[in-house]
């Protein structure tokens, strides 16, 4: 069976459960959520070898220093070193940074390609590396299956970017499937506060409270289990939904993803509504809050508009934030 573990000097690589537990330990609220951007992101539909080496350039300039492993590159590289054997023959031979050189070790690994590793990391002075990754089985793009690492999320995109293969893109949404009513609820509302709002999960003025109520509702100090599940599922959603804006694939596999699933259509169809009744809850809110004499019933309308906003950010149900303007219509 492969693991998804290896020791926490290669976290960079983006392999350890613990590095990233660590990360929202940190910050908590807060984490990093990476899109795809560039001719990276449509590489498969024309295979450019420039649109490769400008992905690598701007990787370079980047530096090594980034927290957030590179965990998109790695899944676009493995799926060619995978499924092309020139093209990976061209990037292994070409002059890269050490740190570089670790990437394609790693993505030769993920790339299911082992002796392949092997033989490159003994000849640029990475064996220690490739012995680690070796013991520690990590598993190959076609094994990965997204659970509670947000990053196997990012591998498969890159993936998806390089082959075109909606696959990649289903199995990302299949932790959907096997998540009870709540968690899915959850995910999705991350995943669009996050499109939204960024890594707050909150508009400026408003405070992060999202974030922190998810690290209380699912005990992320006790076990950071379910609380690591519900991120990726949010990071899920926020990378796919960024990208089917400019990818009919996805958006395709997203849409017929949730059509053929009664229970999580619905549940979609929920969260989707109560997200647009929360931006008009914080719109009034705001415009409430700058007028200079506002009469009663725009007080008793601001409150509950506030009152359902927050109920929102503290993952309360979505029935709470469709109540308040069903009473202003009485």
Known sequence: M???????RFAKLGITVAAIALMFMQLCPGAAFAAAEGCTAIYYRAKSPACIDDALAQ?????????EAPNGLIGFLAELFRAYPRERERLLNAERSDYEKSVNVVSLYRADLPDEAQKFAAA?????LSDQLRAAQISPL?????????????LLIGAYMASGDTS???RI????????????KDGLRVGFMTGKFGLNLAPRGRG????RAACAKYDFEGDPTKFMRVMTLGRAIWSLQSMAAQDDGIKKAFSDFFSRDARLKILLAAERAAFEN????ITFVSTFEDRTEPDQDQQRAYSMMNKAASSYENLGSSKDAFEPFNNLKK
């Open 142 to 154: 076609g094994a990965v299956k997204p659970f509670i690492i947000p990053g196997d999320n990012d």
């Open 278 to 281: 929360y931006l008009k809850a």
């Open 173 to 184: 949404l299949d932790n959907y499937a096997s998540a009870d009513d709540t968690m899915v």
């Open 2 to 8: 492969h693991r998804n573990t290896v020791p926490a």
């Open 208 to 211: 992060a409270m999202m974030i």
């Open 168 to 170: 990649y893109i289903e």
């Open 59 to 67: 990787f370079r300039q980047m530096g090594e220093n980034n927290y």
């Open 124 to 128: 640029n002075g990475l064996s220690s």
